[in-house]
């Protein structure tokens, strides 16, 4: 390993920068549109910037590069699969647009303008929950990733984790998302020197032909075709592009960066831009992980390989940096991931079992004690959850969990004038039956009934999950048109 | 190298360096676009 105490020493330069920095937004802040959604004000460079800080911790280059290690080169489909989805969203302004003109701080809120009361707080449980679940396991994926290039100890590890969650936790609860974007961007340019720097050093140990070799020995055409890998196929192709269409415009850390530009226009070139380099970013953390194949062979494990290499190949001084860019990516997605579930609980759970409202400043002290129990939370959980199939797969069904029934409500919402409050609130139920199914049976598949086996394949019950909540949307609605005519809401969606 | 694989290369190269490029225009123009949010921003 090439660790050493010059390493750390820019490590801890970099983080004093960051909660220097990030304190300082604190005197900017007024009022809770100011905290919430940094006034509305960010332009395109820096929303793309901020967007794709969000959407990188170390937990993404984990899993990715662990994707990369077992799906050999068909795992870059899933880049590109990625991609188009959100190119998509950001050709059309498909929901994001929509939502954007509602001028809302969160998905929920629009449920009570198209809807009622009742599905925004169904929406909101359902949200919180999944979402932070979705998050739990992030802290573990980083312990593992140090572990692996500082050569350090598991017990070394969690005092780590520790420091860098109070780190993000006390920027966050003070400075709002403000804080939030400032941090991102430095964080944005740490990453993207750091992602660089990485890959040429990698591609000068390791080079194609040899991953090509790897691959084809310990894949076959299962690593090059992603038609014939027995952990991809059709379904696992259809539930990804639904997924990514839902989660791209609804998964509430990506949707509040819409909500933070500074015009519905601009909304939609963020996505736009931040799509076309999803792929790429995809890509990237994927070689790294078949480089480690290549490099180690498969007896190395998949999880493990990537920040091995890492360790091994990179050289100290330049590994400062390296940590320190995965150290920004975690903490830029903390950071906005903790903003944006605790503003789903203060404005979405609390808020309307309330019969008082909360005044502003009651709202953003609300946010900030959530801020805190949920760091609490993903430290324990992390800790103690053991991860069912891949690291992906699992982050994309409990996103599954609230986008599938949340898509169906807010596309519905949106573009079909019979979407009613029934409708929707049946979709937000349905939507969350097929991943708890998963989560549930996973654990007893070997003693199901053969019948039930398609359950616990997670790429059916992820594609079945998305499916799902569109058809019980559509029939209930139908069905309840007179009992529950559905609200107009066209006078809100005029352009800014 | 094979075919297959060789594609993939290309556009691994293509899609990496897309990124990278936006990364750095992204990069150039989100210092001015910080320091206008900051401006624009009610102080306390």
Redesign the interface.
């Given at each position: 390993m090439n660790y050493t105490i010059f390493d750390t020493f820019i490590i801890i330069i970099y983080l004093g920068l960051t909660v220097y920095l990030g304190l300082r937004a604190k005197?900017?802040?007024?009022n809770s549109e100011?905290y919430f959604v940094?006034?509305r004000?960010?332009?395109?460079?820096?929303?793309?910037?901020t967007l794709?800080a969000t959407e990188i911790g170390t937990v993404t280059f984990m899993y990715m590069a662990e994707f990369g290690f077992t799906m050999g080169?068909s795992s870059?489909f899933m880049?590109?699969l990625n991609?188009i989805g959100f190119i998509i969203i950001g050709y059309t302004g498909f929901i994001v647009s929509g939502l954007r003109k509602l001028k809302i701080m969160t998905i929920p809120e629009f449920y009570e303008i198209k809807y009622n009361k009742n599905v925004r707080l169904l929406g909101g449980i359902v949200l919180f929950l999944s979402g932070v679940l979705n998050m739990g396991i992030f802290l573990k994926f980083d312990a593992i990733f140090l572990s692996e290039t500082m050569g350090l100890g598991q017990n070394v590890l969690i005092y780590i984790m520790i420091i860098m969650l109070i780190v993000v936790v006390s920027y966050t609860i003070l400075g709002g998302m403000?804080s939030v974007?400032?941090t991102d961007?430095m964080q944005?340019?740490i990453i993207?020197v750091g992602?660089?720097i990485v890959?040429i050093i990698i591609l000068t140990k390791v080079s194609?032909?040899d991953?090509?070799n790897a691959?084809?020995m310990n894949y076959g055409e299962g690593g090059?075709?992603p038609l014939k890998n027995l952990k991809m196929g059709w379904f696992f192709i259809g539930w990804t592009i639904i997924a990514n269409l839902a989660t791209g415009s609804l998964h509430q850390p990506i949707a509040a960066k819409a909500f933070c530009s500074e015009s519905p226009k601009v909304a939609r070139k963020v996505f736009l831009?931040f799509g076309?380099?999803l792929?790429?970013?995809s890509?990237?953390p994927m070689?790294w992980g078949l480089a480690a194949l290549a490099f180690f062979g498969p007896s190395v494990g998949a999880t493990i390989g990537m920040p091995r290499l890492i360790g091994t190949v990179v050289p100290s001084g330049v590994l400062g940096i390296v940590l320190a860019g995965m150290l920004a990516a975690s903490m830029s997605t903390y950071s906005a991931y903790l903003l944006s579930w605790s503003s789903v609980a203060t404005r979405d759970i609390i808020s309307p079992i309330r019969k008082v409202p909360l005044s502003e400043e009651q709202s953003i002290k609300v946010a900030k004690i959530f801020s805190l129990l949920i760091g609490i939370f993903i430290l324990v959980f992390g800790f103690l959850y053991e991860i069912p199939a891949t690291a992906y797969q699992y982050l994309v069904l409990t996103g599954t969990m609230y986008a599938s029934g949340a898509f169906a409500v807010v596309a519905g919402g949106l573009y079909w004038k019979k979407a009613n409050s029934k409708g929707a609130f049946s979709a937000l139920l349905a939507g969350i039956l097929m991943p708890m199914l998963f989560l549930v049976l996973e654990k007893f598949k070997n003693s199901l009934p053969e019948w039930m086996g398609f359950i616990t394949d997670i790429n059916i019950s992820g594609f079945v999950g998305m499916i799902l909540p569109i058809i019980v949307m559509v029939i209930v609605s139908l069905l309840t048109q007179k009992s529950t005519p559905p609200n107009d809401i066209t006078k809100y969606l005029k352009e800014e | 190298?094979?075919l297959?694989?060789t594609i993939?290369?290309i556009?691994?190269y293509i899609?990496?360096?897309?990124?990278?490029i936006?990364?750095?225009?992204?990069?150039?123009?989100?210092f001015?676009?910080?320091s206008?949010?900051?401006s624009?921003?009610?102080?306390?």
């Open positions: 005197k900017y802040i007024e100011g940094a006034g004000k960010v332009k395109l460079a820096l929303g793309i910037a794709v080169f870059f880049g590109i991609m403000l974007v400032i961007f944005f340019v993207s992602m660089l890959t194609f032909l991953i090509s691959v084809n090059i075709n831009f076309l380099t792929a790429g970013r890509m990237v070689l | 190298m094979d297959a694989s993939w290369m556009l691994f899609f990496s360096s897309i990124f990278f936006i990364a750095g225009v992204v990069i150039f123009f989100g001015k676009d910080l206008d949010l900051l624009k921003s009610e102080k306390k």
